[in-house]
Nanobody
Framework: VQLQASGGGLVQPGGSLRLSCRAS????????MGWYRQSPGKQRESVAT???????KYTGSVKGRFTVSRDNAKNTVYLQMDSLKPEDTAVYYC?????????WGRGTQVTVSS
């Protein structure tokens, strides 16, 4: 199983970015997909997750600004990030978790700066 993320980049505060992550390979029993992030000197934290039946969960600092969604037919998860703040700067990793395994993407850099 491979996860290929895209959509990171440099954006000004208040701007928007949309991340995508497509899973490929032999996948069965997907539990949930989602996004984590890690800033320098900090631990990796969960940003948003979504189950196969589209139940979502967000960390408090992004509620109301970020929206996670998925296309089950394409095994793809998205993260729409609006009203971005400098503190959102991090490497964003996508995650796929099945009943038995956890897979991580390679990460995509998001930088929020003027």
């Amino acid at each position: 199983v491979q996860l290929q993320a895209s959509g990171g980049g440099l954006v000004q505060p208040g701007g928007s970015l949309r991340l995508s992550c497509r899973a490929s390979g032999s996948i069965s029993g997907i539990n949930y997909m989602g996004w984590y992030r890690q800033s320098p000197g900090k631990q990796r934290e969960s940003v948003a997750t979504i189950t196969s039946d589209h139940r979502t969960k967000y960390t408090g600092s992004v509620k109301g600004r970020f929206t996670v969604s998925r296309d089950n037919a394409k095994n793809t998860v998205y993260l729409q990030m609006d009203s971005l703040k400098p503190e959102d700067t991090a490497v964003y990793y996508c995650l796929l978790r099945t009943l038995t395994d956890v897979y991580w993407g390679r990460g995509t850099q998001v930088t929020v700066s003027s």
